[in-house]
Every structure is written in C-alpha cells, then in structure tokens.
C-alpha cells in the first residue's frame, strides 16, 4: 500500500459504494483504494495493482471506467503506441481486484483494435457494449464478441476525446477535436 503523492492523469469513483475508488498515474501505474472517504484525507491507503500484471502495458493510461454494479471491476484504456511495448502491446483492459488478496487479474480486451491510441473508453451498461474513442472516431466491442467495429455509420472520422454515455436517455455523446459533439441513441 502507498501513501505518497503522485502525478494523477485520471482518477474514477464508482456507484457502487462511496469508499472505492480507482487511479492512474502520468506513468502507467494504477491504484485502487477501498477507503477514499477515509478522514482526514492522508489516512487513504492505495494499492497498486499494475505491477500484478505480466500483460499491462505500462504506457499513459487514458481512461478508467468503474463498474457501476461492482467497484473492484474496472476498464482500462491506454493512449501510445503497442510497437513502443512489443512484450506488452494493448489497448483495453479488464480488470478485476481482489480486495482479499491485494492483487488484481487483467485480460486484454483489444482484440482486433489497431495500434492506434485510445483516448477515451466507456461502457454501456444496459448492453454491456464498450466504446473506444481514438484519433479516427469511436470504435465498439459488442457484448461477446472479440471483434472491434465502427460505432455507427456517420460518426465523424476525426480526434475523439471524450465520451459520455447517459444510461437514463440511453445516449452516447462523443466529443471531438473540431467538428463539436455527436450524438449517437443506443440501442
């Protein structure tokens, strides 16, 4: 467990309990912590989890999306280029932490996604579809299935930085680098 101060490129709590919560730093480290409402603010213990894994690419992590059901399950999304970590190339991660342990297990979930960044990643939790944002539009991995297809036709062919799914009006809302924001109704 650490305690320390460290460069944090994304931090995300989850629904599923108010104490959990995951991070990552500018270097690729992931942390989770089970008591982030701790008082005061310098009893919150984190444990790395990263280094329980042979296939983490350790690259900058550019998203974590928490299971809203489950806060010791996560995806994970990685910005760089696999050829700069031919022995741990990937984009997309799932990870599950095992709070009795300490350790976490990750998969990788990248399956046919090219060797191009990941800017951003969520999940829609009524399909359990995931959507991959990147330099090229946005990318989605259907519940099951291990191949990576464009999101919908018409989605710009542009930088995406961000998305949002809002589950209520079963909406994603992808956000890119000039041409605004786009809309697509999930299913």
């Given at each position: 467990?650490v305690?320390?101060r460290?460069?944090?490129?994304?931090?995300?709590?989850?629904k599923?309990?108010?104490?959990?919560?995951?991070?990552?730093?500018?270097?690729?480290?992931?942390?989770?912590?089970k008591?982030?409402?701790?008082?005061?603010?310098?009893?919150?213990?984190?444990?790395?989890?990263?280094?329980?894994?042979t296939?983490?690419p350790n690259?900058?992590?550019?998203?974590i999306?928490?299971?809203?059901?489950?806060?010791?399950?996560?995806?994970?999304?990685y910005s760089g280029?696999?050829?700069?970590?031919?022995?741990?190339?990937?984009?997309?991660f799932?990870v599950t932490?095992?709070p009795?342990?300490?350790?976490?297990?990750?998969?990788?979930?990248s399956?046919?996604?090219q060797?191009?960044?990941?800017?951003?990643?969520v999940?829609?939790?009524?399909t359990?579809n995931?959507?991959?944002?990147?330099?090229?539009?946005?990318?989605?991995?259907?519940?099951?299935?291990?191949?990576?297809?464009?999101?919908?036709?018409?989605?710009?062919n542009?930088?995406?930085a961000?998305?949002?799914?809002?589950?209520?009006?079963r909406i994603?809302?992808?956000a890119?680098?000039?041409?605004?924001?786009w809309?697509?109704n999930l299913?």
């Amino acid at each position: 467990m650490v305690s320390a101060r460290v460069p944090t490129s994304v931090i995300e709590r989850t629904k599923a309990d108010t104490s959990t919560a995951w991070a990552a730093t500018d270097s690729g480290r992931v942390f989770i912590t089970k008591n982030v409402d701790a008082e005061p603010a310098s009893a919150v213990t984190w444990t790395r989890i990263d280094d329980d894994s042979t296939i983490d690419p350790n690259r900058f992590v550019s998203s974590i999306y928490v299971d809203p059901a489950d806060g010791n399950h996560a995806w994970i999304s990685y910005s760089g280029f696999s050829v700069n970590t031919p022995a741990t190339p990937g984009h997309v991660f799932e990870v599950t932490y095992d709070p009795g342990t300490g350790t976490a297990s990750w998969v990788d979930r990248s399956y046919d996604l090219q060797d191009l960044p990941i800017t951003d990643l969520v999940r829609d939790d009524v399909t359990g579809n995931l959507y991959a944002s990147n330099d090229f539009g946005v990318l989605v991995l259907a519940a099951g299935t291990t191949t990576w297809t464009l999101a919908a036709p018409g989605m710009p062919n542009v930088e995406v930085a961000g998305l949002t799914v809002v589950p209520s009006e079963r909406i994603l809302y992808a956000a890119t680098h000039g041409l605004g924001a786009w809309r697509l109704n999930l299913g």
